[in-house]
């Protein structure tokens, strides 16, 4: 089936500036395995976590229009930083033009929703990239929700960058992680829940464990999207039936295909996965 030139049924795409989202989309598989996705991370150009509004903006709109091309009628973005600085711009603006059938939806709104049921205190910590905490997105968005909580953010520059070379085991790990973690509990020592706003954050939980008083609990967000994502396709079925269910999953890179499936074979402690290198533009 075709519109517009494109490929009106296909896969659930899912982006991320790299690995990070492999995260997100491990429980999604895990909470609906019988539907196909399309993953695409775009690691020759992570982090986007220091880039400006323009360019993240920009390099997420292409991301999203391959993902449409290639079939997708749904895309997630399963970046934080990406969903603070692109997502609703590209819904508003460019939605409408590409194809107004299609959706985008972002992780932070999914997160943002379950702390009301999270947190006794009503003091919350956000540890994300310097983008998510400067666009303030999760502070706006709580604002929203649940005006009565307070929300604390760390900006954590180097975690994406040890995650994405492999050194998120090592101490070097561990100095980055105790100073963040400290840092935000200084700044507000009432918080009792820490959210994980940014889908690399996971492969560090260990270590930010380690070093987190046993009284705060930590929040992953991968669990939140997935069942937020499942109850978008039940609220819309028409959305649901362009969204194919072999329970194929593929892999797209802007980086070498050699190189993306060591890593993601980690995140996803599985073997055998099928990638392509692609160009956005
Ligand atoms: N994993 C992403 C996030 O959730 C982006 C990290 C980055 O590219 O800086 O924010």
Same mark, same amino acid.
């Given at each position: 089936?075709?519109?517009?030139?494109?490929?009106?049924?296909?896969?659930?795409?899912?982006?991320?500036?790299?690995?990070?989202?492999?995260?997100?989309?491990?429980? @999604?598989?895990?909470?609906?395995?019988?539907?196909?996705?399309?993953?695409?991370?775009?690691?020759? +150009?992570?982090?986007?976590?220091?880039?400006?509004?323009?360019?993240?903006?920009?390099?997420?709109?292409?991301?999203?229009?391959?993902?449409?091309?290639?079939?997708?009628?749904?895309?997630?973005?399963?970046? #934080?930083?990406?969903?603070?600085?692109?997502?609703?711009?590209?819904?508003? #603006?460019?939605?409408?033009?590409?194809?107004?059938?299609?959706?985008?939806?972002?992780?932070?709104?999914?997160?943002?929703?379950?702390?009301?049921?999270?947190?006794?205190?009503?003091?919350?910590?956000?540890?994300?990239?310097?983008?998510?905490?400067?666009?303030?997105?999760?502070?706006?968005?709580?604002?929203?929700?649940?005006?009565?909580?307070?929300?604390?953010?760390?900006?954590?520059?180097?975690?994406?960058?040890?995650?994405?070379?492999?050194?998120?085991?090592?101490?070097?790990?561990?100095?980055?992680?105790?100073?963040?973690?400290?840092?935000?509990?200084?700044?507000?020592?009432?918080?009792?829940?820490?959210?994980?706003?940014?889908?690399?954050?996971?492969?560090?939980?260990?270590?930010?464990?380690?070093?987190?008083?046993?009284?705060?609990?930590?929040?992953?967000?991968?669990?939140?999207?997935?069942?937020?994502?499942?109850?978008?396709?039940?609220?819309?079925?028409?959305?649901?039936?362009?969204?194919?269910?072999?329970?194929?999953? +593929?892999?797209?890179?802007?980086?070498?295909?050699?190189?993306?499936?060591?890593?993601?074979?980690?995140?996803?402690?599985?073997?055998?996965?099928?990638?392509?290198? @692609?160009?956005?533009?």
């Amino acid at each position: 089936m075709k519109d517009n030139g494109l490929q009106k049924t296909g896969p659930i795409g899912v982006f991320d500036s790299g690995y990070g989202g492999l995260t997100i989309l491990d429980k @999604i598989r895990a909470q609906m395995p019988e539907y196909d996705y399309l993953y695409l991370g775009d690691n020759a +150009r992570t982090p986007y976590g220091p880039r400006s509004f323009e360019v993240v903006y920009e390099f997420t709109l292409q991301a999203v229009k391959k993902l449409f091309e290639l079939g997708c009628p749904l895309v997630i973005l399963a970046c #934080n930083t990406a969903s603070a600085k692109a997502l609703r711009t590209i819904q508003q #603006n460019d939605l409408p033009t590409i194809d107004p059938t299609r959706r985008v939806l972002g992780v932070i709104r999914p997160t943002v929703e379950c702390i009301g049921n999270l947190t006794t205190s009503k003091h919350v910590g956000i540890l994300a990239t310097s983008g998510t905490i400067k666009s303030e997105s999760y502070l706006l968005e709580v604002q929203k929700l649940f005006p009565e909580i307070s929300v604390t953010g760390e900006a954590c520059p180097m975690w994406v960058p040890l995650v994405e070379n492999n050194e998120y085991h090592t101490e070097g790990a561990d100095y980055f992680v105790q100073k963040h973690v400290q840092h935000l509990l200084g700044k507000d020592p009432d918080i009792d829940t820490l959210i994980l706003g940014c889908t690399h954050y996971p492969l560090l939980l260990d270590k930010i464990k380690q070093y987190t008083p046993s009284r705060v609990q930590i929040v992953a967000q991968g669990e939140y999207v997935a069942r937020s994502l499942q109850d978008y396709l039940h609220r819309h079925p028409e959305m649901d039936e362009r969204c194919t269910k072999e329970g194929i999953c +593929r892999f797209l890179t802007t980086e070498s295909e050699e190189k993306f499936k060591e890593s993601a074979s980690i995140f996803l402690r599985q073997d055998n996965i099928s990638v392509e290198r @692609i160009t956005l533009e």
